[in-house]
């Protein structure tokens, strides 16, 4: 079995940012987004789009393009992003090691990520259509110490992971690894990567396990708002170069998010419920 035990003492290079407690976002909801202007609408559900401009021509935009679910598709997506008396959106129970995990049946996203790569922010995100649901962000990496469990009704449950690298819990390895590796109803894995640095050495590590695992994983680009668009571009190539050369269980199209502008929140909504199976959808790709 890979382990992780080397993140631990792996720290970034660059300096640690702090992260604000964020409010409810007013674009929460496509409702409110698609009062925009179609460019801004454009950018909000594929961000990859406002991209392309700076791309060769050369270059083949399939991958980054495979998950293109239609409005009405993430429109229906949402709503179970929305809680009520039938269909209820909480906080379950936190875990510190394998024998705390509840026992849970519905299907399992679970996400992980380098201390600090935005990975509380960006589920408090997901969730913000249920404000009173409580996902705590701090300024302080690495301020997630146990496997939070978060309940979307009876349709899928979300599980914050604590960091890894900066910051990390003494007892990271007891607590991730076996989870990773032994929870069955765990139909995907999120692997956060900051977009504004690229891939990390702890992120390689972490790659790596999730490679040994032959469980479906999908890559997330978070903070795209923190770097210029050169930058990005040239980290989301070198992404898509590792994905295409060195792993067989990653998706090829990495998600491109934003928790401070809500960049391609919908679309990541979109694709969670499709992949537990609690929407079928239309039509995914062009």
Known sequence: MFCLRRCLWLQPRTQVCSVSRQRVHKLASLQEAKALSPK?????????????????????RTPFQLFHPSLEDMVRAEKLFCSSPSHKIDYYTSAERLDHVPALTQPEVCFIGRSNVGKSSLIKCLFSLTPEVEVRVSKTPGHTKKMNFFKVGKAFTIVDMPGYGYRAPSDFVDMVEPYLYTRKNLVRTFLLVDGSVGLQKADMIALEMCEEMRRPYVLVVTKIDKCGHGTLLTNLMKLHDLVKTETTSCFPQPFLVSSLHFWGIYLLRCFITHVTGSITLKDTSH
Do not use: N, T
């Not at 609408?41 to 270059?59: A, C, H």
């Open 40 to 60: 801004k609408v454009r950018s909000l559900l594929y961000p990859f789009k406002e991209l392309e401009q700076y791309l060769d021509r050369s270059i083949d």
